[in-house]
């Protein structure tokens, strides 16, 4: 029976190395490629074009990604030195919600524009959005179909999920992902202290085994920005701030989920008890397949 737990392992791994996409999953990261788009911050989504210049998500390659070509095409009708202080983050809460494999994130974003108010006032003509970007570890998975439900009850103006995408294989086999979501916002709201509260479903991929029987998945804390609109008449004019967090009120933003998953001594067990049940169950319908064809 020693062998039966290899041989599971070898179809695993088969099964993987045959999915959609797994030969540009194992290809090494494309930067700067002088194929890959151009950044434009008036395109839909900020993590296409991360993607459009990494394979895989790695925190150090995309905070260079937002350092570079995000802040860098900050609006250009503010002065150079008030990009800062447009909008301050002033708490973030993150929470945990619901049981089991099935959880929701939920974080509220509390923030304030400071100074430059009647500026804004004159600046920002058609809408603003805010944009918050969820990097999550390879242990959970986010469901686009779900997510686009969420989209069409008016929860969110828009998301989408970045990077590995395919549902079904388990943490071991799989990259990180990443969601971002999109809010559509009056930039008269903005101008005043203002919340924003997200609840995000996630799902838990099947863990590795080891001794303890549970995985711990840590989130780290979102990543926001907002996005507007000008009052200029030029064509894809459009302002991005950042939110940074400076002296903020922050709770909890690094969150752990406790994700179950098989004890390592238990391996050879269940491996055996699954191929004897497996086997008497083949054996009952070859039996009665036999029976009944003779009748």
């Not at 993987?16 to 395109?43: E, T």
Request: aromatic fraction near 10%; charge should be negative.
């Amino acid at each position: 029976m020693a062998t039966i737990q290899p041989l599971v392992h070898l179809l695993a791994c088969l099964s993987f190395l045959c999915s959609p996409g797994i030969a540009d999953s194992l290809s090494s990261p494309v930067v700067d490629s002088p194929h890959a788009k151009q950044f434009s911050p008036v395109n839909k989504f900020l993590m296409q074009f991360y993607y459009d210049r990494y394979t895989n998500l790695h925190d150090s390659d995309f905070e260079n990604f937002v350092s570079q070509k995000v802040t860098s095409e900050l609006c250009e009708v503010l002065p150079d030195n008030k990009h800062d202080l447009v909008w301050r983050l002033s708490d973030l809460k993150r929470n945990l919600t619901g049981e089991g494999s099935h959880r929701s994130v939920s974080t509220l974003i509390k923030f304030q524009s400071q100074q430059l108010k009647s500026f804004l006032s004159e600046l920002f003509s058609y809408s603003c959005e805010f944009i918050i970007i969820e990097r999550l570890p390879s242990g959970v998975f986010a469901d686009p179909f779900e997510l686009q439900h969420l989209v069409q009850r008016g929860v969110f103006s828009d998301v989408a999920v970045f990077g590995d995408t395919n549902l079904e294989l388990p943490s071991f086999l799989s990259n990180r992902s990443a969601v971002e979501i999109h809010l559509v916002v009056d930039p008269n709201i903005l101008q005043e202290p203002t919340d924003v509260k997200i609840e995000l479903p996630l799902h838990a991929r099947y863990q590795s085994l080891n001794e303890s029987g549970y995985s711990a998945v840590e989130f780290g804390a979102p990543d926001m920005l907002v996005r507007c609109s000008t009052k200029e008449k030029v064509e894809n004019h459009y302002c991005f701030f950042t939110l940074e967090k400076g002296d903020a009120n922050v709770y909890d933003s690094r969150i752990v989920w406790k994700i179950p998953s098989g004890i390592k001594t238990h391996a050879d067990l269940v491996s055996t008890v699954t191929f004897i049940v497996a086997l008497l169950s083949t054996l009952a319908i070859v039996a009665a397949s036999l029976y009944y064809s003779n009748s």
